[in-house]
T-cell receptor, first 113, second 118 residues
């Protein structure tokens, strides 16, 4: 069984600052994938970034980077230079083999001017 | 712009009503999903379809009945729902078979249907 834990129900950050959203996971599989999704108030889930368990380098996509620490089973999302439009719910998710995605409870990020 | 559309966006229904949610994807994907998102709960997978065949039913009550007539369309038929079924219902699609380890496992989500059961 897989499990995703997001311990921060809410986070506040000022515009232009960096913020880290925490995610830890639990799986007995050796090969797995980790995802981050953003959900604005409109409801749509938007894919942000992916990290494979065998990828040696941390994934980056524009202002998003994934701080992958395999031994600690953590996959934190780092957003650099926050923008007002980054205010949303953020979900960490994982899968392994041919299993479907398992999602965490999410973190609400609020970016203030 | 999302390639996955859902209608209606909002639905209010009584417990004795019968209604259907529709999902349509124009991405050429072969796997489609229904999720339920309740307040303060993780996203819950309901059903998975691969190439129009249902491959996963996550212990969903029979008052929810999915239908996948082709790879582009997915329906969720609702009847005799309960107030606790009020939630955001999200549809998603993915290229190829559900699962697999790569960034191509990315699921593309629709905007959801906000359902309220009175």
């Amino acid at each position: 069984a897989q499990k995703i834990t997001q311990t921060q129900p809410g986070m506040f950050v000022q515009e232009k600052e960096a913020v880290t959203l925490d995610c830890t996971y639990d799986t007995s599989d050796q090969s797995y994938g980790l995802f981050w999704y953003k959900q604005p108030s409109s409801g749509e889930m938007i894919f942000l970034i992916y990290q494979g368990s065998y990828d040696e380098q941390n994934a980056t996509e524009g202002r998003y980077s994934l701080n992958f620490q395999k031994a600690r089973k953590s996959a934190n999302l780092v957003i650099s230079a926050s923008q007002l439009g980054d205010s949303a719910m953020y979900f960490c998710a994982m899968n392994s083999g041919y299993s479907t995605l398992t999602f965490g409870k999410g973190t609400m990020l609020l970016v203030s001017p | 712009e999302t390639g996955v559309t859902q209608t209606p966006r909002h639905l209010v229904m009584g417990m004795t009503n019968k209604k259907s949610l529709k999902c349509e994807q124009h991405l050429g994907h072969n796997a489609m999903y229904w999720y339920k998102q309740s307040a303060k709960k993780p996203l819950e997978l309901m059903f998975v379809y691969n190439f129009k065949e249902q491959t996963e039913n996550n212990s969903v009550p029979s008052r929810f009945s999915p239908e996948c007539p082709n790879s582009s369309h997915l329906f969720l038929h609702l009847h005799t729902l309960q107030p606790e079924d009020s939630a955001l219902y999200l549809c998603a699609s993915r290229p190829g078979r559900a699962g697999g380890l790569s960034s191509y496992n990315e699921q593309f989500f629709g905007p959801g249907t906000r359902l309220t059961v009175l």
